[in-house]
């Protein structure tokens, strides 16, 4: 089988193989043109350098949470002091035209928020701005908008309600929400009207509407996370059935058979088989440092040009992924449809195929790219997603349980350090920061989403292609090894697998509901894989060809 090793590999190993029964052929793009049914990938570079990013992805199924995720029941409580910390839905009106809602943060103090919309009322902001003196302008009975500074947050409420404000609504100085708490040293602050922060982005957008003039109204509330959430199941489904059809694609759609003995395991070079990107355990580790590095940039200079990046580095993955699913189906249809090319000046022979699947991912990419906002955008972000990795996992392969170790392990402990052990040295989760983003910009697209159709917040549950990717790669050696061994359903190792990964996705959302905070997904996903794995292999008395093999 030809390999080529993810990390410096000479020229005299690239050598050009030749397919089954006859010769091969390069196009214009270079991926390896063939003859019959089976279609040849090359090893993109950049399907490479996407792996780290797509290794952070992971954020994004630790993203979720409760309305109550903000309470860490670590601050000071008494009465007056007591309330409960908690997602805020923030909707407002420009002109009578309802905006975009947006997400704040109710304080430890004041009225507690209802958790149905109620009466909307004008946004005032007041003169001083930060609504620690008393305000010039008249604030009786609208929401004031104030800026955070100079003052505490116990002393703006106090001023805002003597001026008579139903609301206090704080705008941080930056884009995060910061927790509005007491000290042991306060009295009981005994404010009647609730208080609210919101992020810097967004106190922008209604400071920008209210100097421009319009009249802009509030509504502010704090809706309860339904009991049941009907997305899961099918987000559910979509990951377990990309991992089932990616790791059987090469066999089942390109018609590719594995040599059935070990000597053929050994070889350099197999002209039988297409390229491949192997994984080594030093190539394992330098992925958990370089998502490391890339989450830590994320996290410290997060901004609308950073997550323009990702999504054209998801565009990039994502177009190659589509070309070669389309191509792969249209020559499993069509075994000829392949084989017709055309030369073009400066590129060479191209396949007939390629000029027709190429240019649909580009307009789809684009298309998406445009409507990646809309309430249907979800559903290409998820195609193309699964397109991509669909062609990473028939590119990159795991050898090998030593190599599965190495890198699954080290994910496993990324995860819990970014997302339990990252606020005690960056005062927040900076995995659980980097995935929900800010309100400017993109969100992260590396994720497979589904809409909350009965959560009032019309979010998206999420899990992340790092969380389907890296427990993929081991479910898709296992399909090798018991192709090349053999091995049948029941006496094989996929089956296994793949109960484990439904079943350790599985205990990831449960984990969600019942801790009502974020889970790291590999905290469940690596026992029920590699863990499954090797207390099989150790029954079967299998264990060290599991993990000296090259499948």
């Known amino acids: 089988m ?53 290794l952070l992805a992971r954020a994004a199924a630790a993203a979720g949470g409760a309305a109550s995720e903000f309470d860490d029941g670590t601050s000071p409580k008494f009465p007056g002091c007591d309330n409960t910390l908690q997602k805020v839905k923030v909707m407002y009106w420009v002109g009578g035209d309802e905006q975009d ?8 103090f004041g009225a507690v928020l209802p958790d149905t919309a109620g009466e909307k009322k004008p ?107 009907g997305a899961i199941p099918f987000l559910w489904m979509m990951a377990v059935g990309t991992v089932a059809c990616a790791s059987v694609w090469t066999f089942a759609v390109v018609g590719e058979e594995p040599k059935k003995n070990d000597a053929a395991l050994d070889t350099e ?49 994502a177009i190659q992924g589509m070309e070669y699913v389309a191509s792969s189906l249209a020559i499993r249809v069509c075994s000829r449809c392949g084989e017709a090319k055309v030369k073009l000046p400066g590129i060479g022979n191209v396949k007939v195929l390629t000029l027709v699947t190429l240019p649909l991912a580009f307009i789809f990419a684009g298309v998406w790219v445009a409507y990646q906002n809309s309430s249907f955008g979800w559903v290409g972000q998820n195609f ?69 159709e009965f959560d009032t917040w019309n979010g998206y549950d999420m899990v992340g292609f790092g969380d389907i990717l890296f427990p993929g790669l081991l479910v898709a050696f296992s399909f090798r090894f018991d192709r090349i061994h053999g091995k049948g359903v029941t006496d094989g190792y996929f089956l296994f697998l793949m109960i484990g990964y439904a079943f350790g996705l599985s205990c990831t959302y449960v984990g969600l509901y019942l801790m009502n905070s974020g889970q790291p997904a590999l905290l469940y996903l690596v026992p029920s894989t590699l863990g499954v794995i090797s207390l099989v292999g150790a029954i079967r008395g299998e264990l060290s060809q599991l993990w000296n093999a090259k499948a």
Request: include cysteine; glycine fraction near 6%.
């Open 384 to 452: 193309m997603g699964i397109c991509m990795m669909i062609l990473v996992l028939q590119v990159v392969h795991m050898p090998n349980i030593k190599v599965a170790s190495a890198l699954l392990i080290a994910a496993f402990l990324y995860d819990i350090f970014w997302v339990f052990i990252s606020p005690f040295i960056f005062k927040k989760s900076v995995m659980i920061t980097v995935a929900r983003g800010s309100d400017d910009g993109p969100s992260l697209p590396m994720v497979l989403k589904m809409p909350k």
């Open 101 to 108: 809602s947006l997400t704040g943060i109710s304080a430890r």
């Open 123 to 229: 946004a005032v902001q007041p003169d001083p701005k930060v609504g620690c003196a008393k305000s010039s302008k008249p604030i009786a009975g609208s929401v004031a908008v104030a800026d955070r500074g100079e003052c505490t947050f116990i002393e703006k409420a106090k001023t805002a309600e003597a001026g008579g404000a139903t609301a206090l609504l704080i705008v941080n100085e930056e884009d995060a929400l910061q927790k509005m708490v007491c000290t042991d040293k306060d009295p009981p602050p005994n404010i009647k009207i609730p208080v609210v922060m919101v992020s810097k982005s967004a106190g922008d957008k209604i400071h920008s509407a209210m100097s421009s003039g319009n009249k802009v109204d509030i509504l502010m509330y704090a809706p309860q996370k339904p009991p049941f959430d």
């Open 2 to 54: 030809r390999r080529v090793e993810a990390c410096s590999c000479s020229d005299s190993q690239n050598r050009s193989a030749e397919a089954r029964g006859g010769g091969r052929e390069h196009d214009g793009l270079g991926r390896a043109g063939t003859r019959g049914m089976a279609i040849r990938t090359s090893s993109p570079p950049l399907l490479r350098l996407l792996l780290p990013v797509l």
């Open 269 to 317: 070079e197999n002209p039988a088989d297409a390229e491949v990107v192997e994984l080594k355990t030093m190539t394992a580790l330098v992925f958990i440092v370089t998502s490391s590095l890339v989450l830590l940039f994320l996290f410290f200079f997060k901004s609308t040009w950073s997550a323009w990046l990702l999504v054209f580095l998801f565009c990039v993955g």
